[in-house]
């Protein structure tokens, strides 16, 4: 069974910076290709970032330069690096696979206000 947790979510001013993880068990991010989705209130979900098997990484683009993902292969974790937050990013954010919906962890939500 597959389960993602997420964490490293808080409230920040804009400007400031916050690191996701995302800890997988069920499935090897090593071979599956995972990404981050966010979902502000009354917003649907939307991808925000995803990272293929080879390692290449996609980015909406209203993130494109300020995020990065990775994976750590030892750890089983997704992570994802948010710079210069700015309050449009203010969103509960979750980890899943790109193209398959495993269930969906409780998110972890990012704030970003002054």
């Known amino acids: 069974q597959v389960q993602l947790v997420e964490s490293g979510g808080g409230t920040v001013q804009p400007g400031g910076s916050l690191r996701l993880s995302c800890a997988a068990s069920?499935?090897?991010?090593?071979?599956?290709?995972m990404a981050w989705y966010r979902q502000a209130p009354v917003n649907e979900r939307e991808l925000v970032a995803s990272?293929?098997?080879?390692?290449?990484?996609n980015y909406v683009d209203s993130v494109k330069g300020r995020f990065t993902i990775s994976t750590d292969n030892t750890k089983n974790t997704v992570s994802l690096q948010m710079n210069s937050l700015k309050p449009e990013d203010t969103a509960v954010y979750y980890c899943n696979h790109l193209t398959i919906d495993y269930r969906w962890g409780q998110g972890t939500q990012v704030t970003v206000s002054s």
């Open positions: 990272i293929t098997l080879s390692g290449d990484t």
């Open positions: 069920g499935i090897s991010v090593r071979w599956n290709p």
